[in-house]
C-alpha cells in the first residue's frame, strides 16, 4: 500500500512538473522603420516562412503593419528569445529595433525598402503600402 501511495505522489509530481515547463506563447512589437511596401512585406513574409519551416525556431506568427513601421510577432519564449527574432529580420535586410539589417541582404532590397536617409522610401505619388494592381 505504502509503495502504491508512494508512486501515485511521484507520478502527479513529475505531471505537475511538465505542466509548470509549459509557457503560454508571447507577444512582442518590433520596430520595422523601413518595412512600408508590399513588396517588403512579402520579402520579410517569405524569409520568416522560410527561418520556421527550417529551423522550428518557436516563432508561431507575425502581423505587419505597414501604416506604422511595427511588426507583432507572437513566439514560444522557452524556444526563442526576441534577440533572435530581432536578428532574423537583420539577416531578412530590415532593420529591427536597435539591430541593423545585414549588410549584404540590405543591398538586395528594392529602393523603397531601403532608409530613407539613403535615398529609399516611397517614391512621391506612389501610395507603397498598397499592392498595385
Not at 47 to 63: D, F, L, N, P, V
Request: with cysteine.
Amino acid at each position: 500500500m505504502k509503495r502504491m501511495l508512494l508512486l501515485a505522489v511521484i507520478l502527479v509530481g513529475f505531471s505537475v512538473a511538465t505542466f509548470a515547463q509549459n509557457r503560454k506563447p508571447e507577444w512582442a512589437t518590433i520596430k520595422t522603420p523601413s518595412l512600408r511596401c508590399w513588396e517588403c512585406k512579402k520579402r520579410l513574409e517569405d524569409y520568416m516562412a522560410r527561418e520556421i519551416a527550417q529551423t522550428e525556431s518557436g516563432i508561431i506568427k507575425t502581423q505587419i503593419n505597414l501604416l506604422s513601421g511595427t511588426t507583432r510577432v507572437q513566439y514560444w519564449p522557452d524556444r526563442v528569445n526576441l534577440n533572435y527574432i530581432q536578428t532574423a529580420f537583420a539577416n531578412a535586410g530590415f532593420d529591427a529595433d536597435d539591430i541593423k539589417a545585414e549588410p549584404d541582404s540590405y543591398k538586395k532590397l528594392p529602393p523603397a525598402c531601403k532608409r530613407v536617409e539613403e535615398g529609399g522610401g516611397p517614391q512621391k505619388g506612389k501610395p507603397c503600402h498598397m499592392q498595385p494592381f
